[in-house]
């Protein structure tokens, strides 16, 4: 990356590599301000160019310095004073200059008093392990917000602390993402401890701030967290699915019957799972569309007596939904289990053998089926290549018959003529 950097700044600053401009803009800054002022907006502009350029949201203050802008071992003696500089300016701030939403109300409030009684000295940049562009992370922050109104219609979403993480960049990115947003009250933190302990966001999608997280919110984060649980539950099913048909149909291939039964076996056995799994995904979709809809048709605490009556006409619970999820976690957790299933005799005893032999017989009409399409396109391709072929064989013997001559071509005519006339004589006598 730092290489990368370097190759942007030598095409930013066509001057980069003369000496004598080199030496006026590494030096340190020393007199008033005005003596140093355009070096400061040069190295200033500068940073935020690379970050804006690269995505970068952190930077780190050392690496800045000793990498970013090292010119043969020679790194600019005024840069500890632009960052502190931009620091002061409001260019750059700390991560914990901003106020973390996740210790608690009472925890950010003391903060914010300290702050306020006691304003903290200038901290020295140099030293600290990474710093915040503000201009990117107010660009980052418009385009999280722009990203989440593309996929959701109503004035505030919630999602899961993993999604947002994804969004965000990294773990990294979402902490400072989280601090932004909470400050601007435009994003509340969700946490909520049943079996597991589940953290989302709840983002508004306007210029206009929430109000106070309620106990919906943390039931929707759980059905939402719920969902992308038994999506994934649902891809690793499909992944088994997909390697035991192949395995069946390879030992078909070979000729391995019994083996291939077992393959059939296992694959029954997971496409039950996935059954199950399907069926509790949707009613928990369910749930949560009836919620959704009820929050942008109708009050906070209509929307809660609806979302209640719903998970209760459902007969979802958090324990049908752990069961199911510690249930399909044992049996399709990886694709090991299914290497260890083949060195082990594993039990059917749920499953009907005539179920089994259908399954079979399906993947060796599936088979037959691929075979014959196999075999249609080989005999349409020999075709075309034996006509191509013949075509070259009869242009070839054209070739072959035509007799050439390196005379002239009135000469030729003239013999043509003369031949003709003694043949004609011939017939005459």
């Not at 500890?80 to 901003?98: A, H």
């Not at 589940?198 to 997280?213: C, Y």
């Not at 089994?356 to 075999?375: F, R």
Request: hydrophobic share 40%; charged share 30%; net charge negative.
């Amino acid at each position: 990356m730092d290489l990368n950097v370097k190759d942007f700044i030598a095409k930013e600053v066509p001057d980069w590599n003369d000496e004598v401009i080199a030496v006026a803009r590494f030096k340190a800054f020393s007199g008033q301000r005005s003596d140093w002022q355009p070096n400061f907006i040069f190295w200033r502009n500068l940073i935020i160019k690379i970050a804006t350029h690269f995505g970068f949201l952190l930077i780190k203050p050392s690496q800045v310095k000793n990498d970013w802008f090292n010119r043969g071992g020679l790194t600019p003696l005024c840069i500890d004073d632009v960052l502190s500089l931009m620091y002061n300016e409001g260019d750059i701030t700390r991560t914990g200059d901003l106020v973390d939403p996740t210790r608690g109300r009472f925890s950010q409030l003391v903060r914010k008093m300290t702050n306020l009684i006691i304003r903290p000295a200038t901290p020295d940049i140099m030293a600290e392990e990474s710093v915040v562009l503000i201009p990117m992370l107010k660009d980052k922050a418009a385009e999280v917000v722009k990203h989440l109104s593309e996929s959701h219609w109503n004035s505030s979403c919630i999602i899961t602390m993993k999604k947002f993480q994804e969004i965000c960049g990294g773990p990294d990115e979402a902490s400072v993402m989280l601090r932004y947003l909470s400050g601007c009250g435009t994003t509340q933190y969700l946490s909520v401890l049943k079996n597991e302990f589940v953290e989302g966001v709840k983002i508004s999608l306007s210029a206009a701030a929430l109000s106070g997280a309620s106990n919906l919110d943390c039931d929707v984060l759980y059905l939402i967290w719920t969902i992308e649980k038994l999506q994934q539950q649902l891809d690793v099913i499909d992944r088994r699915c997909e390697l035991s048909r192949k395995s069946a149909v390879a030992s078909l291939h070979s000729g391995n019957r019994k083996l291939a039964l077992r393959y059939a076996r296992e694959l029954k056995l997971v496409t039950q799972s996935r059954e199950k799994c399907s069926s509790l995904l949707n009613r928990v979709e369910e749930v949560h569309g009836v919620v959704v809809d009820a929050e942008s048709t109708k009050t906070v605490s209509e929307a809660m007596q609806i979302g209640a009556r719903a998970i209760k006409e459902n007969k979802i619970s958090v324990e049908d939904v752990d069961i199911c999820l510690r249930d399909l976690q044992e049996s399709i957790d990886s694709q090991k289990e299914v290497e260890k299933a083949l060195e082990q005799t594993p039990s059917y005893t749920d499953i009907n053998d005539e179920d089994i032999e259908e399954e079979l017989e399906e993947l060796e009409l599936a088979l037959e089926k691929e075979a014959q399409v196999d075999t249609l396109e080989k005999t349409t391709t020999s075709e075309e290549g034996n006509a191509t072929l013949e075509a070259s064989e009869l242009l070839s013997d054209t070739l072959s018959n035509l007799k050439l001559s390196d005379r002239p071509v009135g000469k030729s005519r003239t013999t043509h003529a003369a031949s003709e006339g003694h043949k004609t004589a011939n017939l005459a006598i």
